[in-house]
């Protein structure tokens, strides 16, 4: 059974940073890769960043690219988003996702997702 457990999110002030993490059991992150997305209230569920199985390669956002970083730590198979240079727009639920193979910037090509984290901005 896989389970995802997101953590580090809460309220913050513009211009502050985050680290978020997402715990996984029953799956490693050194056979699947992993994403993270957010949902905002109202709005659908959009693509934030994203790590290849094999570590190496990493996609982002337009919107986040430069301020946030994906990254993974095998031995604690765990991945984690470091978010910087918060901004209001940023506030939302943020889900971590995996899957087998590939990376996407589709949610719905991954398989498991994890329960969310709230991200607050505050200006």
């Known amino acids: 059974q896989v389970q995802l457990i997101e953590s580090g999110g809460r309220l913050v002030q513009a211009g502050g940073s985050l680290r978020l993490s997402c715990a996984a059991s029953g799956l490693t992150f050194s056979r699947a890769s992993a994403g993270w997305f957010r949902q905002a209230p109202g709005k659908e569920r959009e693509f934030v960043a994203a790590i290849r199985w094999s570590g190496g390669t990493t996609a982002y956002a337009n919107s986040v690219k430069g301020r946030f970083t994906i990254s993974k730590d095998n031995a604690k198979n765990t991945v984690y988003l470091q978010m910087n240079s918060l901004q209001p727009e940023d506030t939302a639920v943020y889900y971590c996702?995996?899957?087998?193979?590939?990376?996407?910037?589709?949610?719905?090509?991954?398989?498991?997702w994890g329960q969310g984290t709230q991200v607050t901005v505050s200006s």
């Open positions: 996702g995996a899957r087998f193979g590939d990376y996407h910037d589709v949610a719905s090509l991954y398989n498991y």
